[in-house]
């Protein structure tokens, strides 16, 4: 027989059903995402270099689309608006930023091993934004119509 269900302690609950909460996650999960696209605006030269260093070109429609889709999901997710287009944007951009910029399978030793780490810190990222879609859409639904 297992044991009967523990309720979170109570400031467990208090932290968890704060907005406050949700909104500091969604900047936090957005923070890297709207400081990169603030560099890359400030320093729009540096961000076509960039991505012609990895082999994108035209740089500069890949450097817009990078500063278009950091800042503006990274709006509409802290705004709490159009999250799953904010979210899904950040994560293919994510997901292919990964694929070109880190191809640990090419490396070796300790740059192999932190290639790696670095891979799946920012699948975590994806997952964070695919989290914050389905929490928003969970949160809409629950809402009166």
């Not at 609950?13 to 406050?20: F, G, T, Y």
Request: aromatic share 10%; charged share 15%.
């Amino acid at each position: 027989m297992s044991a009967p269900l523990e309720r979170d302690p109570r400031w467990v609950d208090v932290v968890l059903d704060s907005r406050w909460t949700w909104l500091i996650a969604r900047i936090a999960l957005t923070s890297a995402y709207f400081i990169g696209g603030v560099t890359k605006l400030f320093d729009y030269r540096g961000a076509v270099i960039e991505q012609e260093h990895f082999g994108l070109h035209p740089g500069w429609l890949w450097a817009s689309l990078a500063i278009l889709i950091e800042l503006g999901g990274s709006i509409l997710i802290i705004s709490g608006r159009l999250v799953w287009l904010g979210a899904g944007g950040i994560a293919v951009l994510t997901l292919m930023a990964s694929l070109v910029a880190n191809d640990f399978w090419n490396m070796q030793g300790h740059a192999r091993a932190m290639g790696i780490n670095t891979f799946f810190e920012h699948m975590g990222l994806i997952g964070g934004c695919v989290m914050a879609a389905l929490l928003a859409e969970h949160e809409r639904r629950l809402e009166p119509r």
